[in-house]
């Protein structure tokens, strides 16, 4: 049995729309294959230390608590290069996929600066973009599709360091043009989804718990598949809504 080590950020500043639901699903899904977790919260004023965890999870929040955590993520922001560096898995949704880029640039112009381990920039946008979200992931070995629901103002533009996590099929992704939903790079994650995200999207948990274990174990492992009916319905259920629309 390994332990897996998840440091969870700001769990009570950043967890709108039920995003701390993603900690439950990857702890179960650990637990199902007979492996354990141990979850940490960090907030303000409380220390990352690097070398301490195998992933790290930042949920969405309102705007005004994404402020509240800007300058405490930076002086924060050299241990998390480092654990990102290092192979940490990452999660950021929302809120954090605009922190962990180079910078994001409000309405009235203010620069908030980001930790800089996802290699975009975000801005504010004229309206929200909100509703259901098909996309179809495909980086590296992994190909599947991902369903949630997004609700932000950010239009995030993507470096030449970082590739999408996803190509949207429905829904209006990272800024509505692009047809491309969040960023992959190293093995940070970040993406606009909530829902909570992972219930939905086992394929998409799976693949942060291969890289925390294998950033736990230090070597090359293969999950053995987990058959989970409640969860596939419930994918279903939204990429049947979406074929009807279309």
Request: glycine share 12%.
């Amino acid at each position: 049995m390994t332990t897996v080590r998840i440091c969870h950020l700001y769990p009570n500043l950043m967890n709108i729309y039920g995003d701390r639901g993603n900690i439950s699903v990857l702890i179960k899904r650990l637990e199902w294959r007979g492996h354990s977790a141990i979850v940490t919260p960090v907030g303000l004023g409380e220390d990352f230390v690097a070398e301490d965890y195998d992933l790290c999870y930042l949920g969405g929040g309102q705007d005004k608590d994404q402020n509240t955590i800007a300058e405490d993520l930076i002086k924060k922001g050299a241990a998390i290069r480092s654990a990102a560096n290092n192979g940490v898995a990452f999660l950021w949704v929302c809120g954090g996929i605009q922190l962990a880029g180079h910078a994001y640039i409000d309405s009235d112009g203010n620069h908030l600066p980001g930790v800089g381990i996802l290699d975009l920039e975000t801005y504010a946008g004229d309206k929200r973009l909100i509703g259901n979200v098909v996309a179809e992931a495909d980086f590296d070995k992994y190909r599947f599709p991902i369903v949630g629901y997004e609700n932000h103002i950010g239009r995030t533009m993507l470096g030449s360091d970082v590739r999408p996590l996803a190509k949207i099929v429905e829904g209006y992704g990272n800024n509505g043009t692009s047809a491309e939903e969040g960023a992959i790079q190293q093995r940070v994650i970040g993406t606009y989804l909530h829902g909570p995200l992972l219930p939905k999207n086992p394929d998409l948990a799976d693949v942060l718990l291969t890289w925390s274990l294998e950033h736990r174990e230090g070597k090359k492992i293969s999950l053995e598949p987990l058959t989970d009916p409640y969860t596939e319905a419930a994918r279903a259920v939204t990429l049947r809504r979406s074929n009807a629309k279309r």
